[in-house]
């Protein structure tokens, strides 16, 4: 066994990765979720909004990371939808508006008919510029903001009327795969206004570890990875969606099967590793 | 014939037959849409288009059932060939987990050459369209690309106008240093941006996150979870800090310390280690999913493939598209 396990090759080990996430996806495998804290601040953060607040909804990612993020976005979505708040949508990533279009499809258009485009919601698109973005919004959205993604003129969008920058915006809520991303808002739009804006953000697990020294003062709430994702998503359906439980909603709660069982795997191996490197130790091998 | 060969010979050789048993039985691999016609405005009836939408299989059997030959929902070529195009992509990348070929560089190779595309055309419309010519000739381009545009001429944009054609001459066989000017100013503007930044957002605001009390206290009493997290967070910083101070030698207390800070800094690695691998098995869930749910057919998890009881007709007399 020992020498087996020392001799293995590493594509075994891709084969049971292969396995341990392929079954639970197809036996549909789903685990109970308890939400955290930071699960519960987030939640409570969009939760304390009354109806007809403004939140900006930055989607700062694109289909790489579309597995952690997409359960995210959607029910960021879902619970400002049902909250009835005025939701702006915008991307500082250039597949950004896609995955805006994809939320508004699934989400806004299919559960929530009666939202009407300009008034509830608005899909300003993507614009290049990172961080060079936020700092010009904080002050002056038509600086860069002429049209929406449609190419209305913002003039011309009901919900657009009155809003000169962000800080004018009740919350921000973004979801963020790397550069420039959540980081950026809280160095750029929170940390300088901390009177006018607060955000709440859901992040890919390699940038997490990152934007926990954030917590709480600049930023009150995070998701973290498909873990985050699933809390989120079980606070928003358990209290908005009973209607709703199937499908887009339980992404991610669905997507915990595999996370536990590569997991499992995934412990074991390191034990394993441990043992051999050990045991090659006393062994006089190094 | 090597052993890895045959083996690999015989897994393709069995998904093929899958495949081919699984085409054949119309079960797998098709995509469908939505077309929504579409006018430009009430004073041009003749100017229409249709736009297309992702739709399920089941809302095809479904309108199907109700309005047989209907146009409303459809089977898509397109959406069908991009479907297998992209499940092909996606098991030539994962190929490389057995071992480096072809058809893994080949994907890569388009991935690269995709994306590179994408960024020019993206720069192109979102970027000089808007925010540079949209500014120095909006009538123009509110006449050509953007009707929504309502804008004056700003001349001052004609500064980055310059700076952009300075920085290209770096292609002139000659003056390749003209393009240093601009690329001085980028440099410059980013630096003063990201130092104020960090020293506001980071550095002191840190700073001030660190400063806690030790033991606190609610209105429920004394918070004993709360000040063990408090003080971990305070000793955790202090100790990191000793182990970056290389002034004075790491012996004695000092070393001691310093030690500590070690372990805090591998069990920061660990949990950034152990979210890497939550991510990166989420973005595999997801590719799988891909597979198994939307081109193979094998799994419904979003009720996609829900055949009612009027659809079930049309599966049982075969004509579901």
Redesign the interface.
């Known amino acids: 066994m020992y020498e087996l396990l020392k001799n293995l090759d590493r594509r075994w080990i891709f084969l049971m990765m292969l396995l341990c996430v392929s079954v639970p996806i197809l036996l549909q495998s789903r685990f109970p979720e308890k939400p955290t804290g930071l699960a519960q601040a987030v939640f409570d953060e969009i939760d304390q909004l009354e109806e007809g607040d403004r939140v900006l909804m930055a989607f700062d990612f694109d289909p790489a990371s579309e597995g952690e993020l997409g359960p995210m976005a959607t029910a960021f979505s879902y619970h400002c939808a049902s909250k009835k708040l005025r939701m702006y949508y915008m991307a500082l990533w250039p597949v950004g508006p896609q995955m805006i279009d994809e939320a508004i499809r699934n989400v806004v258009e299919t559960d929530f008919p009666d939202l009407v485009y300009g008034e509830d919601y608005v899909n300003l698109g993507f614009k290049s510029g990172g961080e060079g973005v936020i700092k010009v919004i904080t002050t002056d959205i038509r600086q860069l903001y002429t049209t929406d993604a449609l190419g209305t003129s913002i003039d011309a969008i009901p919900m657009m009327q009155g809003v000169d920058n962000i800080r004018q915006m009740d919350l921000i809520v973004n979801v963020s795969a790397g550069t420039a991303g959540t980081k950026e808002w809280v160095q750029y739009a929170v940390t300088p206004y901390p009177e006018d804006l607060r955000i709440v953000a859901g992040c890919t697990g390699v940038q997490a570890p990152l934007l926990y020294p954030y917590i709480p003062d600049q930023l009150p709430g995070l998701l973290g990875a498909i873990k985050g994702a699933a809390e989120y998503e079980e606070l928003v359906m358990s209290k908005y969606g009973e209607d709703v439980m199937a499908g887009i909603y339980s992404e991610a709660r669905r997507r915990m099967g595999p996370q536990l069982i590569a997991h499992l795997l995934m412990i074991a191996l390191i034990i394993a590793g441990n043992v051999i490197y050990f045991t090659d130790r006393r062994r006089g091998g190094r | 014939m090597q052993r890895t060969t045959i083996i690999s010979a015989v897994v393709m050789g069995l998904a093929g037959l899958f495949l081919v048993f699984r085409v054949s039985t119309g079960s797998m691999g098709k995509a469908y849409v939505r077309a929504t016609p579409q006018v430009v405005d009430a004073q041009h009836p003749e100017g229409h288009w249709q736009t297309e ?1 992702p739709a399920a299989p089941a809302e095809y059997w479904r309108a199907e059932a109700a309005a047989p030959g209907q146009q409303e929902v459809r089977f898509s070529w397109s959406h069908t060939l991009g479907l297998w195009v992209a499940a092909f992509f996606t098991l030539a990348i994962l190929s490389f ?2 071992c480096d070929n072809p058809v893994y560089k080949v994907a890569e190779s388009v991935v690269v050459g995709v994306s590179a595309a ?2 020019m055309v ?2 192109f419309w ?2 000089i369209v ?2 540079l010519l ?1 500014k120095l000739m909006p009538g123009t381009i509110k006449a050509w690309a ?6 004056e001429t700003e001349w001052v944009y004609l500064v980055p106008l310059t700076l952009g054609v300075l920085l290209l001459w770096r292609l002139s066989p000659k003056g390749g240093w003209i393009s240093r000017w601009p690329m001085s100013f980028i440099v410059g503007v980013f630096c003063g ?2 130092l104020v ?2 020293i ?3 550095f002191l ?2 700073i ?2 660190t400063i806690i009390p030790l033991t606190v206290f609610s209105d429920q009493g004394f918070m004993f979870w709360d000040s063990v997290r408090n003080i971990l967070v305070v000793l955790s910083v202090l100790v990191c800090l000793v182990y970056f101070f290389f002034s004075i030698e790491h012996k004695g207390a000092v070393g001691k310390t310093a030690r500590a800070g070690t372990w805090v800094l591998m069990i ?1 690695f660990g ?2 280690f152990g ?15 891909f597979l ?1 749910d939307d081109w193979l057919w ?2 419904d ?3 996609k493939r829900v055949v009612e009881e009027a659809a079930s007709l049309i599966l049982g007399s075969g004509m579901v598209g």
């Open positions: 939408a987990m057995y994408y960024w993206v720069g979102e970027v808007p925010n949209g953007m009707p929504g545009l309502e804008a941006l990201r930044t960090f506001h957002a980071d605001s840190q001030r996150n920061t949990a950034a979210y890497t691998v939550m991510g990166r098995i989420a973005l595999l869930a997801i590719r799988l999913e198994f094998l799994v998890p979003n009720g």
